[in-house]
């Protein structure tokens, strides 16, 4: 059988998901399993690596650190992600496609790029202030990229949102917050909280920028696993911790997709 170009693409992507699916599969059975060096199949399945895993002091500041970090951006991404969304979308002024440009683009650069233009900036910037590298710069860091994602999904529920409705508010009285509160708000609510949760995903397993960002005090999740990899009494908690990260940044991806789908608010 001779298959179209698009079904061979189609193909590709599948094998490509399955073996996704699978790699975390794996992480999260070896999370689970009895011997210290991973053989396969598992001679057996104990939850010893996860209490483990819990007691490990490194671990839980890790993992305390990248929730506040993500909060963090995604709290910065959410207020400047919105205010740019509606600025492009309701009012027309010299440079709003620039300004979406520069908004979209540090997500399209490799992060490296970003890591290095960021630490340069802040070495500039900040610097003479006397305001070194920490949780602050790891913060505005991860906030350049999680910005893109609220920005598109609010724009995008913005473009489909009739001004009807608004108008019937004011004709009927309602001062503009009133009709942000009981009519704007509840249309873009979804697409908010989808936006935040994809914005904390992409903070909580971001490893590139953060290596540039942060100061020697700051260690997020994924920067505790790199630098315990090459330790071999490690590995099982590593694996842990790693199972954990897939968790917690499948769940608001999950979320994310369920919130983007068409919603009565996003249909007004």
Known sequence: MILSRRARIALRAAMAAGLAVVYLLLILLNSVNRDRSFAWPPTGLTAEWWVRAWQSEGARSALVTSLRAGAGA????????TMTAFAVQRYRFFGRQTVSFLVILPIALPGIVTGIALNAAFRSVLGPAGIGFGMLTVIIGHATFCIVVVFNNVIARLRRLS????????DLGA??????????????RSALLAGGLLAFALSFDEIVVTTF??????????????ANLSRPNQAPVVNVVAAVLVLLSVVPVYLAQR????SPGGRL
């Open 74 to 81: 995604t709290l910065v991404a959410l207020v400047l992600g």
């Open 163 to 170: 001004p009807s409705a608004e108008e019937a508010s004011a």
């Open 175 to 188: 001062h503009t917050f009133q009709t942000f509160r009981y009519v704007t708000f509840p249309a873009v």
């Open 213 to 226: 960002t942060a100061g020697p005090g700051v260690r997020t999740l994924p920067i505790w696993i790199y």
């Open 259 to 262: 919130l983007s789908a068409d």
